[in-house]
Nanobody
Framework: QGQLVESGGGLVQPGGSLRLSCAAS????????IGWFRQAPGKEREWVSC????????YYGDSVKGRFTISRDNAKNTVYLQMNSLKPEDTAVYYC???????????????????WGQGTQVTISS
C-alpha cells in the first residue's frame, strides 16, 4: 500500500523560508504527477503546486507563484516544496498528493489524486 509522508513544517516569521518534503513508500514517485495542497482553518483545501509526471513542468497557484518552488528527487523518491517570502496567509496544513496512474497529468482537482500524506503544519507568525 502506497504511503506519503510530509515533513519540514514549523513556525517561522513572515519573510522566512521553509522546505517541505514529501517522501513516498510502497510505490515510486517517478512518472507520476505530484501535487501540494494546503488547508487553513475554516477554509477549503487549496491547490498550491504540481510537478508533471515526465516533462518536469511545474505549476503554481496564483497566491504562491514566484515564492514557492516544487522539485523532485527521484533517487530519493521525494518531492520538495521550497517556500520563500512566507506570509501569515500561508499558514495552513500542507499536504502532498500523488496520482495513481503513471504518466497522469497535473491537475488542481484534489479528487483526482489517489495517495495523500497526513499533512504538516506551517505557521507564519511574528
Amino acid at each position: 500500500q502506497g504511503q506519503l509522508v510530509e515533513s519540514g513544517g514549523g513556525l517561522v516569521q513572515p519573510g522566512g523560508s521553509l522546505r517541505l518534503s514529501c517522501a513516498a513508500s510502497g510505490f515510486t514517485l517517478d512518472y507520476r504527477a505530484i501535487g501540494w495542497f494546503r488547508q487553513a482553518p475554516g477554509k477549503e483545501r487549496e491547490w498550491v503546486s504540481c510537478i508533471g509526471s515526465t516533462d518536469g513542468n511545474t505549476y503554481y497557484g496564483d497566491s504562491v507563484k514566484g515564492r514557492f518552488t516544487i522539485s523532485r528527487d527521484n533517487a530519493k523518491n521525494t518531492v520538495y516544496l521550497q517556500m520563500n517570502s512566507l506570509k501569515p496567509e500561508d499558514t495552513a496544513v500542507y499536504y502532498c498528493a500523488a496520482r495513481r496512474n503513471v504518466l497522469s497529468l497535473c491537475t488542481e482537482s484534489a479528487s483526482r489524486y489517489d495517495y495523500w500524506g497526513q499533512g504538516t503544519q506551517v505557521t507564519i507568525s511574528s
